[in-house]
């Protein structure tokens, strides 16, 4: 009972130390507040009200009275580069690098933000420069980022391999999948000069890294058949559909037209018929339509679309029963056809678009690497309106 009676007692003491703790807080924070320039407050309410200009102005006047305000110096120069005005930010962060007073830890955070102002600046050999400096120090795994984007704008794919290679020992996370992408792009390179010998070996590289990866897979194929091996070339593109069915429609020409080399087109029909049950494209429509209707007649053509038209109803398969129907269309019915016919096509041609799913990026082609936002395997291999009406 005494010992509960002391512990009831003691409340008020740890209360009271507790009251005069926080007393000398808050007069450490007003006080350390008060240190502060007028202007940084006004500097911060300018971001804050999204006003970057007069935020500037405010913090150039800070740097102005008090030109050791290295924190100062970094929010201008931020402020510098993501308004595009790069000289500034250089000469803001060069300023910094040129004091000799400056603490090591400000001096590689001054050298890292000097390094991206060259990057933004489109001064690759600057950057890579500042970069290669930094890779065993704080700012080694940003350092290393931006390596590897320096090495993918340049298009030195056997350096950004090795950039990747060494961002992923260094614990950043996997980049299996970009290391698949550059060996796809040297492979590419070697089948555009002619050297299918050399690609090979490339795309075993870039499967070993990522073994569903449907680039390398198809490029093995290209690769064979640049060879004179048609029918390796079809057995390697068929893996397509094992990895992904909706990627079939990207090499579904390639498949068609090495089934009529090899004589057998009726064959290469039914397998692309089959995957087009599995997964309804447009550009595979596209290739089988042309296929029956070579093979099979108007008829058989114009069923075809239509079957997939009520399947998946987009403007894009309307546009394609169309010119089926023109094709054999009772003569005073060809006028209204057309014009109809011509009405869709024009509108679809907005449509017929692939999109990247990370930053939107629209394309009249299909990319392996947006170019807008620069990343890796982000475009669905279906056009934007198949997307919609699947959603």
């Given at each position: 009972?005494?010992?509960?009676?002391?512990?009831?007692?003691?409340?008020?003491?740890?209360?009271?130390?507790?009251?005069?703790?926080?007393?000398?807080?808050?007069?450490?924070?007003?006080?350390?507040?008060?240190?502060?320039?007028?202007?940084?407050?006004?500097?911060?309410n300018f971001l804050l009200n999204e006003q970057p200009d007069k935020a500037i102005d405010a913090f150039i006047e800070i740097v102005r009275m008090d030109p050791e305000t290295a924190d100062m110096h970094f929010a201008l120069g931020n402020l510098f580069r993501r308004r595009g005005e790069t000289e500034r930010a250089i000469?803001?962060?060069?300023?910094?690098?040129?004091?000799?007073?400056?603490?090591?830890?400000?001096?590689?955070?001054?050298?890292?933000?000097?390094?991206?102002?060259?990057?933004?600046?489109?001064?690759?050999?600057?950057?890579?420069?500042?970069?290669?400096?930094?890779?065993?120090?704080?700012?080694?795994?940003?350092?290393?980022?931006?390596?590897?984007?320096?090495?993918?704008?340049?298009?030195?794919?056997?350096?950004?391999?090795?950039?990747?290679?060494?961002?992923?020992?260094?614990?950043?996370?996997?980049?299996?999948?970009?290391?698949?992408?550059?060996?796809?792009?040297?492979?590419?390179?070697?089948?555009?000069?002619?050297?299918?010998?050399?690609?090979?070996?490339?795309?075993?590289?870039?499967?070993?890294?990522?073994?569903?990866?449907?680039?390398?897979?198809?490029?093995?194929?290209?690769?064979?058949?640049?060879?004179?091996?048609?029918?390796?070339?079809?057995?390697?593109?068929?893996?397509?559909?094992?990895?992904?069915?909706?990627?079939?429609?990207?090499?579904?020409?390639?498949?068609?037209?090495?089934?009529?080399?090899?004589?057998?087109?009726?064959?290469?029909?039914?397998?692309?018929?089959?995957?087009?049950?599995?997964?309804?494209?447009?550009?595979?429509?596209?290739?089988?339509?042309?296929?029956?209707?070579?093979?099979?007649?108007?008829?058989?053509?114009?069923?075809?679309?239509?079957?997939?038209?009520?399947?998946?109803?987009?403007?894009?398969?309307?546009?394609?029963?169309?010119?089926?129907?023109?094709?054999?269309?009772?003569?005073?019915?060809?006028?209204?056809?057309?014009?109809?016919?011509?009405?869709?096509?024009?509108?679809?041609?907005?449509?017929?678009?692939?999109?990247?799913?990370?930053?939107?990026?629209?394309?009249?082609?299909?990319?392996?690497?947006?170019?807008?936002?620069?990343?890796w395997e982000t475009y669905p291999p279906r056009r934007t309106e198949e997307l919609n009406v699947m959603n």
């Amino acid at each position: 009972m005494e010992f509960e009676l002391w512990w009831l007692l003691g409340i008020p003491v740890f209360f009271g130390l507790g009251w005069v703790a926080a007393r000398v807080d808050i007069r450490q924070l007003v006080s350390e507040s008060r240190t502060l320039p007028r202007g940084y407050f006004k500097g911060l309410n300018f971001l804050l009200n999204e006003q970057p200009d007069k935020a500037i102005d405010a913090f150039i006047e800070i740097v102005r009275m008090d030109p050791e305000t290295a924190d100062m110096h970094f929010a201008l120069g931020n402020l510098f580069r993501r308004r595009g005005e790069t000289e500034r930010a250089i000469r803001v962060h060069q300023n910094l690098l040129s004091r000799p007073d400056l603490p090591q830890e400000q001096k590689e955070h001054a050298q890292y933000e000097l390094g991206m102002d060259y990057l933004k600046a489109g001064l690759l050999d600057r950057a890579e420069e500042t970069f290669n400096a930094m890779v065993s120090g704080q700012y080694a795994v940003q350092a290393r980022r931006a390596l590897l984007e320096i090495f993918q704008r340049e298009k030195e794919w056997p350096r950004a391999i090795e950039a990747a290679i060494g961002l992923q020992e260094s614990g950043a996370g996997s980049r299996q999948k970009e290391i698949a992408q550059f060996y796809c792009e040297l492979a590419q390179d070697a089948l555009v000069h002619m050297h299918p010998e050399q690609a090979l070996p490339l795309l075993d590289k870039s499967l070993h890294a990522d073994r569903v990866n449907v680039r390398a897979t198809m490029l093995s194929g290209d690769a064979q058949l640049a060879q004179g091996d048609v029918e390796g070339a079809l057995l390697t593109w068929r893996r397509v559909e094992q990895i992904s069915v909706p990627h079939t429609a990207l090499v579904a020409q390639r498949m068609m037209d090495a089934y009529r080399k090899v004589g057998r087109p009726q064959e290469g029909v039914n397998l692309l018929k089959s995957y087009l049950e599995q997964a309804s494209s447009i550009d595979l429509i596209e290739v089988v339509y042309k296929a029956v209707l070579e093979l099979d007649g108007v008829d058989a053509a114009k069923q075809l679309v239509s079957n997939e038209l009520r399947r998946t109803p987009t403007l894009l398969g309307l546009d394609k029963l169309l010119e089926a129907r023109l094709m054999d269309a009772p003569a005073n019915l060809v006028p209204e056809l057309s014009m109809v016919k011509n009405l869709v096509h024009g509108y679809t041609q907005k449509l017929a678009r692939y999109q990247c799913s990370h930053c939107g990026f629209k394309a009249r082609q299909f990319y392996w690497q947006c170019p807008g936002c620069s990343r890796w395997e982000t475009y669905p291999p279906r056009r934007t309106e198949e997307l919609n009406v699947m959603n």
